[in-house]
């Protein structure tokens, strides 16, 4: 079966600073990886996703991740955080059916 | 352009009561599906519908009903509400299957089930 493992629950970091949230990812087969974002009171959005070629995916806001098979992982990075970035982050995976499987979540808390 | 969008935001029920949470699109979207959203817990799949009169269980289904009659609306509906359901209800909306392109999704219903 397929899972995904955020390795943090709440990650703060100050304003300006680099930030990388962690995301493993276990499955069988090849997978698809995404990252969306959470806003307070908000639904979710989608800031990148790997589908084939490039390791290194570019989202929107400046956010980063990289696609890592040999360490299962999807690791999402931004190299300087602004206040506004203060969200809940979802690293999600599907296996290649009709299923979407999320992560618990990171809240970011970016600090003055 | 509306995107999805959900009704009601906001519902508070008693044990025992039903209801149905709406949600509709206006993309086009073939694939259409509700999560429940719990402190700790991310989203998880309720009920999936891959187009208009096909629906599917997700991880967490019981005590939930769907139908997909047309192309624009899934509702969900809870028979015989449970303290349990008390969470955030989200419903989300891609082109194709979720596996290759982006998920859209609403704002997001609240119910608190007393």
């Known amino acids: 079966a397929q899972s995904v493992t955020q390795l943090d629950s709440q990650v703060p970091v100050f304003e300006e600073a680099p930030v990388e949230l962690r995301c493993n990812y276990s499955?069988?087969?090849?997978?698809?990886l995404f990252w969306y974002v959470q806003y307070p009171n908000q639904g979710l959005q989608l800031l990148l996703k790997?589908?084939?070629?490039?390791?290194l995916v570019k989202g929107i806001n400046g956010f980063e991740a990289e696609f890592n098979k040999s360490q299962t992982s999807f690791h999402l990075r931004k190299p300087s955080v602004h206040i506004s970035d203060t969200a809940e982050y979802f690293c999600?995976?599907?296996?290649?059916?009709?299923?979407?499987?999320f992560g618990k979540g990171t809240r970011l808390h970016i600090l003055p | 352009n509306a995107g999805v969008t959900q009704t009601p935001k906001f519902q508070v029920l008693k044990t025992g009561q039903s209801m149905t949470l709406q949600c509709a699109q206006d993309?086009?979207?073939?694939?259409m599906s509700w999560y429940r959203q719990d402190p700790g817990m991310g989203l998880r799949l309720i009920h999936y519908?891959?187009?208009?009169?096909?629906?599917d269980q997700g991880e967490v289904p019981n005590g939930y009903n769907v139908s997909r009659s047309t192309t624009e609306d899934f509702p969900l509906r809870l028979l015989s509400a449970a303290p349990s359901q008390t969470s955030v209800y989200f419903c989300?909306?891609?082109?194709?299957?979720?596996?290759?392109?982006?998920?859209?999704f609403g704002e997001g219903s609240r119910l608190t089930v007393l």
């Open positions: 989300a909306s891609s082109y194709g299957a979720p596996n290759t392109g982006e998920l859209f």
């Open positions: 499955s069988s087969v090849s997978v698809y």
């Open positions: 790997y589908l084939s070629g490039s390791t």
């Open positions: 999600a995976v599907t296996p290649g059916d009709d299923k979407i499987i």
């Open positions: 993309m086009n979207h073939e694939y």
């Open positions: 519908s891959v187009g208009a009169g096909i629906t």
